[in-house]
């Protein structure tokens, strides 16, 4: 495919050095600041493209900036696309129809479902990870299936309307149990434990989550409703960082109504 990027920031630079090393040729970058696009394209020998002129004929334009400017950037290039095959935005949230002012073209959405902090990185993180395709254009949703595959991503197709609810899926699965790690970090430490100690376990953990299923990988005192260990562990807690009293005490509750024994545990809440 040729490409135009808009928005050389850490998705859409991950995304097209995956393409790039996939085959597809890249034919311009569009950007906001000056220096970033202009490091952009050098990196992929193509030109930066202005804004309020018209774009080269693309087979897909890459629109990569944050959600909130998508809208805001569809508007400015409306009328400046002729040619141009497609245009997709990134974002899981956002609707396809943010891009409406582009113009008459085949619209949709490709988020990576995967965490992206910098462009090497990013990049090698992509082949592997699942991108979630949006587009009621058969054709385009066909050559974006391709184009995930192209870079040894696995697509799968997630309706417009179910996108705010796949998004909210993958900060739970992505960014709650960073915070349950935290806590777990800042209670091994101060039981004079470091926290890598915890990384077998964690890892045991990951894995059986995504062979047994969440509920049945749930091992542990409120798993097996133990409500003298579940006591246990809160009054430690109070006494060592009780600021994270209140977070325990509703991961506790959290974790029971996974595993069921709610009714069980609230005495040792109380
Ligand atoms: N990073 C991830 O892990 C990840 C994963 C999946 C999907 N996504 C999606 O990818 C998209 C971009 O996210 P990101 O993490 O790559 O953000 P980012 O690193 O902040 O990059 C955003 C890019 O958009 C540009 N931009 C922002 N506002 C603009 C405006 N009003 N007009 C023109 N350009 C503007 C920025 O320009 P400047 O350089 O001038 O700031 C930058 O080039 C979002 O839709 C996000 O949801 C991100």
Known sequence: ???????????????????????????GVLGRDPARAGEAASRFGCPVLEWDRDLPAADLLLIAVRDDAIGEVAARLGGH???????????????????????????????????????????????????????????????????AASIGAHPFEVADEAKPLYHAAAAAAANFPLAAWSMARRLFEAAGVPFEVAGPLVQAVLDNAFTLGPEAALTGPVARGDVGTVAAQLAAVRGAVPDLEEDFAAMVVAVARVAGTLDEIGPALA
């Open 1 to 27: 495919m040729d490409i135009v990027l808009v928005g050389p920031g850490r998705a859409g630079t991950s995304l097209a050095i995956a393409v790039e090393d996939a085959g597809h040729r890249l034919l």
């Open 81 to 147: 696309a002729p040619g141009t095959g497609g245009a997709v935005h990134l974002s899981g949230l956002t609707p396809v129809d943010a891009l409406a002012a582009i113009g008459d073209l085949p619209l949709g959405s490709f988020h990576p479902l995967q965490t992206l902090p910098n462009p090497e990185n990013g990049a090698a993180r992509l082949a592997g990870a699942w991108i979630a395709v949006t587009s009621e254009d058969d054709l385009l949703a066909d050559r974006l299936f391709a184009l």
